[in-house]
């Protein structure tokens, strides 16, 4: 079993940055694609990044890219997304998930996620 932990939201700025950190416990992690999706209130959980179990390859949704970078250490069992020049617009609830498979934006191709964290950005 899995279990994944997200942290860093908060409330910022339109322009700012926050920094989302996704804790893994359990037995994989280290040979597992992460990716991290989000969902705004009224909408479908969307894709926003993901990397693979090396670190080695990324992908990223067309209205982040430039602006939000994904990363792993997986000595510390710990994803990441870094991002900067928020929107208004990025407002969303920010999951974490695991594959223990290739990377794929398919949330639904993900074994398993985190409980979510609120990132608001004002105008």
């Known amino acids: 079993q899995v279990q994944l932990v997200e942290s860093g939201g908060g409330l910022v700025q339109a322009g700012g940055s926050l920094r989302l950190s996704c804790a893994a416990s359990?037995?994989?992690?280290?040979?597992?694609?992460m990716g991290w999706f989000r969902q705004a209130p009224g909408k479908e959980r969307e894709f926003v990044a993901v990397?693979?179990?090396?670190?080695?390859?990324?992908f990223y949704a067309n209205s982040v890219k430039g602006r939000f970078t994904i990363s792993r250490d997986n000595a510390k069992r710990t994803a990441y997304l870094q991002m900067n020049k928020l929107k208004p617009e990025d407002t969303a609830v920010y999951y974490c998930a695991l594959r223990r498979r290739l990377a794929t934006m398919n949330p639904g191709e993900y074994d398993y996620w985190g409980q979510g964290t609120q990132v608001t950005v004002s105008s």
């Open positions: 990397i693979s179990w090396s670190g080695g390859t990324t």
């Open positions: 359990g037995r994989t992690f280290s040979d597992s694609a």
